[in-house]
Every structure is written in structure tokens, then in C-alpha cells.
């Protein structure tokens, strides 16, 4: 059987939603009919997939970080002379962030790098969200779509399994993420 986009078990669902949403509906559903995955594996390959094309993005965060981290000295010897001088003088205020700037520059670390994968990576993630909550409550194959202790995936999981392991994961991401930064950048 061929698969084609906008013809399946998701057409109905889809058209309600947002471009993202339903184009994240239309891959997982691709993912369950072309390579007979379960819903629940279908999601895992998908989300392991959009994960791995962000990592170019987070790369970039954290090499803003480093790069922000190595400039810190510098921009916190400015921000001392600045307050040393206490002065409401508009011209003060605008060498001030002329210099802030040069820093920047001179490091290659805008503060507004460390933004950018955040602003692509939040609403691919906030519609993964809410297409995987719509196909959980208007498909009924998802209802059979789960494996393990957690075969109906219209349902929460009453053991609170899959919660704890998603909000120790992202810990774990946290913590190793940071402890890296601070050992790559020399320590705080």
C-alpha cells in the first residue's frame, strides 16, 4: 500500500489545526501505515528524528553560551567602570553600549544567539504537543496504538511512568547541558 499525504486516518483531524500541527499529524501517521509501526512507535521515531534535526540549533546555543561565558570577565570589568561612574549622561550611556557591542563583536557572542533555537525549537515542540493530544483524542486506533503498561494512549498513564521519566530526562539534559558549559568555559 502507498501512503499518500492528506488521505489518511488524520485528514479529518488536521484541518483543524495549525500548519505545524498537521504536518506533524500527516509524518507521524506516515511513519504508523508505511513502516506498520504502532502509534507508540511511530511517535518515538518521530520525536527521536525531530530531536536530531534540532541538534545543529543547540549546538549553536551552546557555543553562543561558551563564547558569552569566555567575554563575561570583560563585560562584567564594563559594567563595574560603568557603575563606578555613576553617570546619567546620555553620552556615557551610549560609549557604554557602544563598547558592550564591541565585546559582543569581538567574542562573536550576541546575547540574541542564545534566543534564536529557542524560537524555532519551542513552537515545533508546542505542536508536536498538540498534534499527538489531538490524534490521542479523535483517533480511535490510539485507543490499541500503546505497548507495555500503557496501551491506551487516549488515556493518561495512571502510573505516572512516562511523566516522571519525561521530567527526569529533561533534568538530566539541564544539569549535563550546564555542568558542560561550565566545564567548557573554565568554570564560573
Not at 562573536?108 to 493530544?133: D, K, N, T
Request: charged share 15%.
Amino acid at each position: 500500500d502507498k501512503f499518500a499525504f492528506g488521505s489518511g486516518e488524520v485528514l479529518n483531524i488536521a484541518s483543524e489545526s495549525w500548519f505545524t500541527t498537521t504536518s506533524l499529524m500527516h509524518i507521524i501517521e506516515y511513519f504508523h501505515v508505511t513502516q506498520d509501526l504502532e502509534w507508540w512507535a511511530a511517535i518515538m521515531g518521530v520525536t527521536c528524528i525531530l530531536r536530531l534535526m534540532l541538534i545543529p540549533l543547540t549546538v549553536v546555543q551552546q557555543r553562543a553560551a561558551a563564547r558569552l561565558h569566555l567575554a563575561k570577565p570583560e563585560i562584567e570589568a564594563l559594567s563595574a567602570r560603568a557603575k563606578q561612574s555613576n553617570s546619567n549622561d546620555p553620552e556615557a550611556m551610549k560609549r557604554h553600549q557602544t563598547q558592550l557591542a564591541a565585546i559582543w563583536s569581538k567574542h562573536s557572542c550576541h546575547p540574541g544567539m542564545m534566543i534564536v533555537p529557542i524560537l524555532v525549537q519551542a513552537p515545533l515542540m508546542i505542536s508536536f504537543y498538540f498534534a499527538i493530544s489531538r490524534m490521542s483524542e479523535d483517533l480511535p486506533t490510539m485507543k490499541h496504538g500503546g505497548d507495555f503498561w500503557f496501551t491506551d494512549l487516549s488515556t493518561s498513564d495512571p502510573t505516572m511512568v512516562l511523566p516522571v521519566l519525561s521530567a527526569a530526562s529533561f533534568l538530566l539534559s539541564v544539569e549535563f547541558g550546564g555542568a558542560a558549559g561550565a566545564i567548557g568555559g573554565g568554570g564560573a
